[in-house]
């Protein structure tokens, strides 16, 4: 479990970096399926909670040309791969990085029109905390939306239960309008939890 998590969960040294390079490739199906179903426009600012290495800020980035995509992780391994990943749009001023837990997003209230999270929120310490940290930092009427594929469940099944359970918690945050859309991927399917402010 220790090696589990260094390498996935919390990523750090040798393994974290190890993870980072595993967990960013199989994303790609999964990335532009999420950017599928969120209503982008060139100019918004999206926020990703728990970047990891950043492959998710690199797909949003070709959609928000005139916007800014932040990303916050707790793991400086993570953060530094991620940087490497969008280091044009760093430069560009479109991405920006930074050193935060999803516990207190270092961000003024309603700052953003997205704010997503990808594989995050089961490694949080308090969800409910976290999602309505995600509620505070988006502008109303923004999107939230929560990813998850959970590679530690079997059946499609456990992982649409996963998905109940999530959007009940973003609604108890206190968001309206809220869906669960679910996709078969391998090696486990994913769900996709979208709501509004
Ligand atoms: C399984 S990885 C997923 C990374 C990426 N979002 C993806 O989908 O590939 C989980 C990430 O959440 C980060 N993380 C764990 N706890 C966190 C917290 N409390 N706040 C912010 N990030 C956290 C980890 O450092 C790690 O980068």
Redesign the pocket.
């Known amino acids: 479990m220790k090696i589990l998590d260094a390498t996935?969960?919390?990523?750090r040294g040798l393994l974290g970096r190890l993870g980072?390079m595993i967990?960013?490739r199989p994303?790609i199906q999964?990335n532009a399926w999420t950017i599928r179903l969120l209503t982008i426009h060139p100019g918004d600012h999206i926020l990703?909670?728990?970047?990891?290495?950043g492959?998710?800020i690199h797909a949003l980035a070709q959609h928000t040309p005139d916007g800014l995509v932040a990303g916050?992780?707790?793991?400086p391994v993570?953060l530094h791969q991620a940087s490497r990943r969008n280091a044009g749009s760093i430069q560009h001023g479109r991405v920006h990085l930074q050193r935060?837990?999803?516990?207190a997003l270092p961000f003024a209230d309603a700052t953003f029109d997205i704010v997503l999270?990808?594989?995050?929120v089961q490694?949080?310490?308090n969800q409910l905390a976290?999602v309505t940290e995600m509620r505070r930092v988006l502008k109303p009427g923004g999107q939230i939306a929560i990813?998850l594929?959970p590679v530690w469940v079997k059946t499609s099944d456990e992982v649409k239960a996963l998905g109940d359970n999530l959007q009940q918690l973003i609604s108890s945050a206190g968001f309206r309008s809220t869906s669960c859309a679910f996709k078969e991927m391998k090696p486990i399917g994913s769900v996709c939890i979208v709501g509004q402010k």
């Open positions: 996935f969960g919390h990523p980072g967990m960013a994303t999964r990703d909670v728990g970047c990891g290495p492959a998710l916050i992780d707790t793991s993570m935060a837990s999803a516990m999270s990808a594989n995050s490694l949080w310490p976290g990813i594929q």
